[in-house]
């Protein structure tokens, strides 16, 4: 089948030609335009606006191909802007299918792809972020916003309105299947832009959707949906962690047949899963059981996407991740409950959760119909059972109905029907100023006060709230003037100050206290580095670090784990020393995660609130989370299983990137010393080889043989794009080895031999051995440093070859002889596969 939608040349290009090309193309994939969809497009044909509001699986995705098409055939510039990193490269590689590579980019915050390039693929963040910083000549002639309804979200609904706000230029398609009342959006639209709004809604889904309340053991009417050949099935839970159990409890269901299985295995190829999590879910996908949560690396959900996508697994375990537009085949929605945790307290789904859920069922050229299947409550379902099995009315009376659990939140049919009829809750604006929105404002050429009100007096925001945004915006102003950020001018201007980096933005709400904070800390004081305002050997860089990790909130799941290893650790001392229970528990009730220089650090907070009171909005959170991997010589696999974080490690590496462009973005050249680059610059690739960009991806297409990379990354062997090598990552890879290096050290110092023998058992290096070899270092020194400055590069030495790498780990002696060291070969093929340094122990001693 062709794919390639030719685009007409700008000197033959008007609205006709448009339509009467994209329409042969559509007639030539075999396929049929839905009345609304030709009427969402003639509207942007007719250069209007267009508010489409039609159910999933009404072919949204074809309105925005033919808007981008007119868009990019005329000589405009056209945006893709979506809510998900997934769903802006899902749409990346498709527009690239039908465009071809060199006309479509893509930008998501964490890398950039041909981006100047006429058609951009994007978060919304990242436009809005664009539309601030250069306003209405962003050069967005054209914004398609997928999943609109998230203009709503408490959060992120601020990125939505900006765009609407700034690019008075542009033309709008703005989509979802659960958009409500519109008449706001409509009038803004209408006086700020001067063009005709079109909203073209229907509420008839092409693949119609039946309802089912069903009182019957999940298992069992889970097999009977299969049975009736209603698969896939996506079983919704709204927590983590039971999704993960629901999966497990499948495998031996035999939801799929071995001819299936042996696809799925030859599907995944060689893709690489790691240890942890990775282990469970290459067991589940093999039985054609999947799991798809945020909890998860996006590699791994990604996978799933794709297994889902070539039929290969029959049922998907998950939250209700996939309701945000990824394009996963599902023909029936079985829902466990009716209520979610939304990190305060358990509570209804909405009408709009609930229709983006449920919408996911029936897929159009697919299935004639779609389900959507609700299982009752379990005291419910158990009651239904006692029902049955009683049989006559009066041994019926006598049983004792089980209750709801303590703390249920009540919901059943009457809940159930009640969504089903509703409509989506009206679009509620949700602008918030944030530091990173007034600094890019106030940063455009010419740009003063004026422009920050201006810009919140053009928002969809009623006019208190106007008010209250405004005295917010005047309130940030004065903290970015009294930090240096920015610097006032004679004429109402602004000027950025001159030692920020080029990459500077405050892209967490503590930004501006951390930037006044890095005064603290001198990189060049006293060698002891034993205060504010002093460093020793890779102090500075802690203590650097100790400030953007206290600023950049981390999910409460890491924080509970460290606690709990330091409490464990306390109590096996306390144990070991004699002290009675009371007295042990009174002592762990004092232990927490590690807090590096914490009291300093909320000493220093209290006195920037003095004169700043608004940071009282948002909770300094003193914490060592990549400092503890640091200064421990972790792998990110290494922290996974050492704070037992499996199921959490995609929420993991959402904190690390977080941090990574917190560090990167704040921290100003004068507090950088070259420890901390190196830090940087570890904790940037460890990011990319734990879950390889899309740049890896694009680089692939791009290749001379892009096109079968192309085809093994969507449906041939190879699910997994390939990695850039590790070695070549220059000084986050010397990081890394300087890491694995010292963590031996570590692990040595403590007479921790059982670790060393897992670190080392493949290259013949046991428990038994590395005991022998360091046990005689304590008969001829007393101790062994393991400082900031045992971990410099004066106590490592290395010998870099093509292959591999020679490298020899000084142990810190009390006399500074350096005559003891662990000596070891560095496999650079290895590493590059394994995505982190592969070292063989070679020799521990004298």
Not at 343 to 352: I, K
Request: glycine content about 8%; overall charge negative.
């Amino acid at each position: 089948m062709a794919r390639t939608l030719p685009l007409v040349p700008e000197d033959h290009a008007d609205a006709d030609t448009c339509l009467e090309v994209f329409s042969d193309w559509v007639r030539e994939q075999g396929m049929e335009l839905y009345p609304a969809q030709e009427e969402a497009i003639m509207a942007v044909l007719s250069d209007e606006h267009a508010i489409v509001s039609t159910p999933t699986g009404s072919g949204k995705s074809m309105i925005a191909l033919a808007a981008h098409h007119y868009a990019v055939s005329t000589g405009r510039r056209s945006y893709y802007t979506a809510p998900l990193k997934a769903l802006v490269s899902e749409k990346f590689f498709a527009l690239v299918d039908v465009f071809g590579a060199e006309q479509v980019g893509m930008v998501t915050g964490d890398s950039a792809v041909n981006p100047e390039a006429p058609l951009i693929c994007c978060t919304a963040e990242v436009l809005a972020n664009h539309a601030l910083r250069a306003g209405p000549g962003a050069g967005a002639d054209q914004v398609v916003m997928d999943e609109f309804h998230f203009f709503a979200d408490p959060q992120r609904g601020w990125a939505w309105q900006v765009p609407l706000i700034e690019l008075t230029g542009a033309q709008f398609v703005l989509m979802s299947a659960t958009l409500g009342e519109l008449s706001g959006i409509i009038t803004h639209l209408e006086r700020r832009t001067g063009r005709g709004v079109s909203l073209i809604s229907s509420a008839q889904r092409p693949v119609p959707l039946d309802y089912e309340y069903s009182e019957v053991p999940l298992q069992e009417r889970l097999q009977a949906l299969l049975q009736d050949g209603k698969a896939p099935v996506y079983v919704v839970a709204f927590a983590q962690a039971e999704a993960v159990r629901l999966a497990q409890s499948l495998t031996s269901a035999g939801v799929s047949d071995r001819a299936a299985r042996d696809r799925i295995a030859e599907a995944l190829g060689d893709f690489r899963f790691s240890t942890g999590f990775g282990r469970t879910l290459s067991r589940l996908v093999r039985h054609g059981i999947g799991v798809h949560h945020a909890g998860m690396l996006p590699r791994y959900r990604r996978l799933v996407e794709q297994l889902a996508q070539q039929g290969l697994l029959t049922v998907i375990c998950g939250t209700d991740s996939l309701g945000v537009g990824i394009n996963v085949p599902i023909r029936t929605v079985l829902l466990t409950g009716l209520t979610k945790y939304d990190g305060e307290r358990t509570r209804h789904l909405s009408a709009r959760e609930f229709h983006q859920i449920a919408g996911r069922a029936g897929r159009a050229g697919y299935d004639a119909r779609g389900s959507v299947v609700l299982q009752a409550p379990e005291h419910v379902i158990e009651n239904a059972k006692l029902l049955a099995k009683a049989g006559d009315a009066k041994k019926r009376r006598k049983i004792v109905k089980k209750k709801a659990p303590e703390g249920f939140v009540s919901w059943g049919r009457g809940s159930f029907e009640r969504l089903i009829e509703a409509e989506p809750e009206p679009l509620v604006p949700r602008l918030r100023m944030s530091h990173a929105m007034v600094l890019n404002l106030l940063a455009r050429p010419g740009a003063t006060a004026g422009t920050v009100r201006e810009f919140i007096e053009s928002s969809l925001e009623p006019r208190p709230r106007q008010l209250d945004l405004m005295l917010r915006a005047i309130e940030i102003g004065r903290s970015l003037l009294a930090a240096g950020v920015l610097r006032a001018q004679p004429d109402g201007g602004f000027l950025l100050a001159e030692n920020l980096g080029e990459d500077f933005a405050l892209n967490q709400p503590l930004s501006p206290f951390a930037f006044a904070a890095f005064a603290l800390f001198d990189p060049g004081g006293d060698e002891d580095g034993t205060s504010p305002g002093t460093a020793g050997h890779g102090e500075h860089a802690m203590n650097i670090l100790s400030i953007v990790e206290a600023i950049v909130p981390a999910p409460a799941v890491i924080l509970r784990a460290q606690r709990k290893a330091a409490r464990d650790e306390a109590m096996s001392e306390m144990k070991a020393e004699g002290l009675d229970y009371v007295e042990r528990m009174n002592a762990l009730e004092e232990i927490g995660w590690p807090e590096p220089n914490g009291d300093l650090l909320r000493e220093a907070f209290d006195a920037y609130a003095a004169e700043h009171p608004w940071v009282r909005d948002w909770e300094l959170e003193p914490k060592a989370v990549v400092a503890d991997m640091v200064a421990q010589g972790m792998s990110f696999q290494d922290f996974i299983s050492r704070y037992q974080l499996a199921r959490s490690e995609g929420a993991v590496l959402r904190y690390l990137s977080d941090l990574y462009r917190a560090l990167r973005q704040t921290v100003p050249a004068e507090s950088l010393d070259e420890e901390l680059r190196d830090v940087i610059a570890w904790l940037g690739e460890l990011v990319r080889q734990v879950d390889s960009s899309l740049l890896d991806e694009w680089e692939a297409l791009m290749a001379p043989d892009g096109a079968s990379h192309r085809a093994e990354a969507t449906g041939g062997a190879a699910l997994a794009p390939p990695q850039r090598p590790f070695s070549q990552s220059g000084r986050a890879f010397l990081k890394a080895v300087r890491n694995a290096l010292f963590q031996r050290v570590l692990l040595a110092e403590r007479g921790d031999y059982r670790t060393l023998g897992e670190l080392d058992a493949e290259a013949g290096w046991t428990a038994e051995t590395w005991e022998d070899a360091v046990e005689p270092y304590f008969d001829e020194y007393s101790r062994m440093d393991t400082g900031p400055a045992a971990r410099s590069m004066e106590y490592l030495h290395i010998e870099k070859g093509s292959e591999q790498w020679r490298v020899r780990q000084a142990f810190a002696d009390p006399e500074d002889n350096r005559d003891w060291a662990i000596e070891a070969v560095v496999d650079l093929p290895a590493s590059d596969q394994a995505g982190e340094p592969v070292l063989r122990i070679e020799r521990v001693g004298a």
